[in-house]
């Protein structure tokens, strides 16, 4: 499998396709699904953000779906991370055991408690449905 380096263009390309993927399956259980998230990076290394940030969304509604690599503040979940912080836990694959994933949201407590990692808002109402994106993400991260 092609692995791509975090937070690349290549990368972001991935990730839309993993949104899509994750969109189209929720909506044939779900029609009304409705999911939206933003992700924001500061502190990114100018090789990758000339001005040291980098972002991406995803907004699902029933059978349409956006997804740029724009920061968007219109959504029901939006993540502020230090760049470095977080890029250990690009790698960090939960490998959908119970245990990993309790491990996992210890670290993403810990960067919060550092105040590295800041989470606005909730929970969206198909978060469920269209599940997480992180293992995916990881499992095509270089």
Not at 3 to 17: Q, R, V
Not at 46 to 63: D, E, F, T
Request: glycine share 6%; aromatic share 8%; hydrophobic share 40%.
């Amino acid at each position: 499998m092609k692995k791509y380096n975090f937070a690349t263009p290549e990368w972001f390309a991935c990730l839309h396709g993993i949104a899509l993927e994750r969109a189209a399956s929720a909506y044939s259980r779900i029609p009304d699904v409705r999911f939206s998230m933003c992700e924001v990076l500061t502190n990114v290394p100018a090789s990758l953000s000339p001005n040291g940030k980098l972002a991406w969304h995803v907004v699902i509604r029933g059978p349409e779906v956006q997804f740029d690599t724009s920061e968007r503040d219109d959504v029901d979940m939006k993540y502020l991370a230090d760049f470095e912080a977080v890029k250990p836990l690009a790698h960090y694959d939960t490998e959908d055991k119970p245990e990993r994933i309790a491990e996992l949201g210890k670290l993403v407590e810990g960067l919060m408690k550092q105040e590295k990692l800041r989470l606005i808002g909730g929970r969206s109402p198909g978060s469920d449905a269209v599940g997480s994106f992180h293992d995916a993400i990881v499992r095509v991260t270089a």
